[in-house]
């Protein structure tokens, strides 16, 4: 069966500092991946996702994230954190719609 | 557009008592799924309904765990007898269609077995 795994628990970085989750997946057919993210008190709600075509692809509020196929992974990158970027992050991955999620990683940024 | 309405937002119970969720979804959305996050991990998806058929329901412990989505609108969850195990924050979640489409999700609630 699919899984993902998010190798930090929790980060903690200081505003302007550069930001990479990682998530990488088990399963070696064509799946679609996503990354969540749940600020305090609110619902998860979609960062973004990618589905086919350029690996590199763009969300909300400043975030990448590349799909590196041969590595099995998606990293979530953002260039410069806020202190209000401060939430749980969750990788996920769909094949045919059996959807996974990784256990998440806590980000706390320092104002 | 209003989102996924969860109630209630908070339930305890003892063990051996049995629970439902209802779950709202985003008009005009098809699809529906019931998840479970447990504290400290990630949501896991239970069942999921196209319309009012189940699609997977392979996760579902179907000896305490049912879901239905009667007229496929809402839908409910129901856990009997439920177990401190079952502690966890139930999701539902909407979206368009089965496949290639994002799932919206709603507030959860919050089940503490005691």
């Known amino acids: 069966a699919q899984s993902v795994s998010q190798h930090n628990h929790h980060v903690i970085l200081s505003e302007a500092a550069s930001l990479e989750l990682g998530c990488n997946y088990s399963?070696?057919?064509?799946?679609?991946l996503f990354w969540y993210v749940q600020y305090p008190g609110q619902h998860l709600q979609l960062l973004l996702k990618?589905?086919?075509?350029?690996?590199l692809v763009k969300g909300i509020k400043g975030f990448e994230a590349e799909f590196i196929k041969s590595k099995f992974s998606f990293n979530l990158r953002k260039p410069s954190v806020q202190w209000s970027d401060t939430a749980e992050y969750f990788c996920?991955?769909?094949?045919?719609?059996?959807?996974?999620f990784g256990a998440g990683t806590r980000l706390t940024v320092k104002p | 557009e209003a989102g996924v309405a969860q109630s209630p937002r908070y339930k305890i119970i003892e063990k051996r008592q049995s629970v439902a969720f209802w779950c709202n979804p985003i008009?005009?959305?098809?699809?529906l799924y019931w998840y479970q996050q447990i504290l400290g991990q990630g949501p896991k998806l239970l069942i999921q309904?196209?319309?009012?058929?189940?699609?997977?329901d392979s996760q579902l412990p179907k000896d305490r765990f049912s879901a239905e989505r009667l007229k496929g609108v809402d839908s409910t969850l129901k856990i009997q007898p439920a177990k401190l195990e079952d502690s966890a924050v139930y999701l539902c979640?909407?979206?368009?269609?089965?496949?290639?489409?994002?799932?919206?999700f709603g507030p959860g609630t919050r089940l503490t077995v005691t």
């Open positions: 399963y070696g057919g064509t799946v679609n």
């Open positions: 008009s005009g959305h098809a699809t």
């Open positions: 979640a909407s979206s368009f269609g089965p496949v290639d489409y994002e799932q919206y």
């Open positions: 990618y589905f086919s075509g350029d690996p």
């Open positions: 309904f196209q319309n009012n058929g189940v699609v997977d």
């Open positions: 996920a991955i769909d094949n045919n719609n059996d959807m996974r």
